[in-house]
T-cell receptor
Framework: QQQVKQSPQSLIVQKGGISIINCAYENTAFDYFPWYQQFPGKGPALLIAIRPDVSEKKEGRFTISFNKSAKQFSLHIMDSQPGDSATYFC????????????FGGGTRVLVKP | DTGVSQDPRHKITKRGQNVTFRCDPI?????LYWYRQTLGQGPEFLTYFQNEAQLEKSRLLSDRFSAERPKGSFSTLEIQRTEQGDSAMYLC?????????????FGPGTRLTVL
């Protein structure tokens, strides 16, 4: 059972443009929603995270929008740069289950100069 | 470097051999997690420890897999009688249960290739 669904699978954006990645979850008991960035051959690195009591969180060029009623959340990357070219994963966890992460399938982002 | 470290970074082995990976978490973190990531997929949870206690094992963790965290610090993941399907990136992450902390920090991973 895929509890976190992520779309699109890949994305091409021009430098300076906005990248938008969407995720939907099924389990309403999830209480923490992080986004990770992964470069080839490296481990995932935490970008930004949100809890369900907040509808939006912004850190620099990265913004998470959270819609609890729709069980959806999204990552917006503003002013995309070539260095942002990476694979992005959304994830979800719940404290009651040891905070183990359930990941989406990933979105490969390519920022063209 | 105070981040999560993993050793080795790459391992090539023949089918049927045993392999062992090591993870050193961030020193003050009492939780340690193992995940497996196959090419083009998101990481999948395998098991986790709180201090030295192994609290949960995924059904993905067959009886050929065993993990330990003997002194609540570093952890090892052993795969016995490796199969080609075990080829993947094995990721370790650490975190803490202090307060409302939920964040996990990942190591660079160990890439396993089974020939």
């Amino acid at each position: 059972q895929q509890q976190v669904k992520q779309s699109p699978q890949s994305l091409i954006v021009q430098k300076g443009g906005i990248s938008i990645i969407n995720c939907a979850y099924e389990n309403t008991a999830f209480d923490y929603f992080p986004w990770y960035q992964q470069f080839p051959g490296k481990g995932p690195a935490l970008l930004i995270a949100i809890r369900p009591d907040v509808s939006e969180k912004k850190e620099g060029r990265f913004t998470i929008s959270f819609n609890k009623s729709a069980k959806q959340f999204s990552l917006h990357i503003m002013d995309s740069q070539p260095g942002d070219s990476a694979t992005y994963f959304c994830a979800a966890s719940m404290k009651a289950a040891g905070n183990k992460l359930t990941f989406g399938g990933g979105t490969r982002v390519l920022v063209k100069p | 470097d105070t981040g999560v470290s993993q050793d080795p970074r790459h391992k090539i082995t023949k089918r049927g051999q045993n392999v062992t990976f090591r993870c050193d978490p961030i020193s003050e973190h009492n939780r340690l997690y193992w995940y497996r990531q196959t090419l083009g997929q998101g990481p999948e949870f395998l098991t986790y420890f709180q201090n030295e206690a192994q609290l949960e094992k995924s059904r993905l963790l067959s009886d050929r897999f065993s993990a330990e965290r003997p002194k609540g610090s570093f952890s090892t993941l052993e795969i016995q009688r490796t199969e080609q399907g075990d080829s993947a990136m094995y990721l370790c992450a650490s975190g803490t249960v202090a307060g409302s902390a939920d964040t996990q920090y990942f190591g660079p991973g160990t890439r396993l290739t089974v020939l």
